[in-house]
């Protein structure tokens, strides 16, 4: 018949066994935290002053990098290179959508026209006097924000700033709230052809 082991005895193995597991729980935690810091991103950004082109280039990039969703509030868009990029990330797979000023973008061929026209999501918003929001959400955490319109004249001719931040979730966040209430506010655009 086995021997029971005194209760002094259990107990303190039983203490150790439990200093034990907690030491190597905390040992585990502390990697896991650890881990998970060196994968979060830091905070970054981008900057650009026009004329030059500087503005038109750090815009073009933040749209070469979405994976997953741009999201465009305008106020006058009739760049091209601008676009052309936002319909080649759509091709990509990635989710554009555009809600831009109704008088500014109404009564003439826009950039509008073009991204609706390939089947870009595309809304006007005339609630205001004018929209003149210029900025993108891309991927959900990042913001390209500044005076810059996206038109020629920004490019060459006005003085012109953008601003890319990087990996700043909730800014975003804020932006893509106000990016829906405009959106939900606007009509959309129909293609022509």
């Not at 005194?6 to 190597?24: E, F, G």
């Not at 005339?126 to 210029?134: A, P, R, T, V």
Request: hydrophobic content about 45%.
């Amino acid at each position: 018949m086995p021997r029971a082991v005194p209760c002094a005895i259990a107990h303190n193995v039983d203490c150790r066994t439990q200093k034990i597991s907690r030491r190597l729980l905390l040992i585990l935690l502390c990697s896991l935290l650890a881990a998970s810091a060196a994968h979060r991103a830091e905070p970054s950004y981008e900057l650009g002053f026009s004329p030059g082109g500087e503005s038109l280039q750090v815009v073009l990039h933040g749209i070469a990098e979405a994976k997953e969703s741009i999201l465009v509030a305008a106020y006058s868009f009739t760049s091209k290179p601008v676009s052309e990029a936002l319909l080649a990330a759509q091709k990509r797979g990635v989710n554009v959508a555009v809600v831009a000023d109704e008088k500014a973008n109404s009564r003439r061929y826009t950039a509008v026209n073009f991204l609706a026209n390939h089947n870009v999501p595309v809304r006007l918003n005339g609630n205001y006097s004018i929209l003149h929001d210029k900025f993108m959400i891309i991927d959900g955490k990042a913001v390209q924000l500044g005076s810059f319109n996206y038109s020629a004249a920004a490019v060459n001719k006005n003085a012109e700033n953008v601003l890319l931040l990087k990996d700043v979730p909730g800014i975003a966040a804020r932006y893509s709230s106000e990016w829906q209430r405009l959106w939900n506010e606007g009509v959309d655009v129909t293609a022509n052809y």
